[in-house]
């Protein structure tokens, strides 16, 4: 399951007093999509190592649900790709594993904790 970040707003009554919290996906701010993305990333890539060391369907099938999120992130935020190609490259296979590996290892050169 996909987290999505967001912010809470508070509904209030039709008298003006404070109703029920209605939590809304609002547009994410920059710093929102940035934690968004190292949320992904960082997910994505433990669930590719996770499949490395126990390559049965399971454990490869959620790394690569986890790197199709990541990919699907990228798409709507280009500007946040670190690596040299982008999701849709066809340097990578549909698995979309090694855009994971590629935008990790930018991700930790660029200096961000391991």
């Known amino acids: 399951m996909r987290r999505r970040i ?9 008298d003006g007093s404070a109703g029920l919290d209605d939590e809304r996906l609002l547009p994410l701010a920059a710093d929102d999509a940035a934690a968004e993305r190292v949320y992904l990333l960082r997910r994505a890539a433990l669930m590719d190592r996770m499949a490395v060391d126990d390559p049965g369907p399971g454990a490869r099938g959620a790394a690569v649900k986890a790197a199709y999120h990541l990919a699907e992130f990228d798409r709507q935020h280009p ?8 999701p849709t490259s066809p340097e990578f296979d549909r698995s ?6 590629q935008e990790y290892a930018a991700w930790t050169a660029a200096g961000q904790p391991d």
Request: aromatic residues 4%.
């Open 6 to 14: 967001c912010r809470r707003s508070r509904v209030l009554g039709l």
């Open 79 to 86: 500007e946040m790709v670190a690596g040299p190609h982008g």
């Open 96 to 101: 979309q594993r090694p855009y994971v590996r």
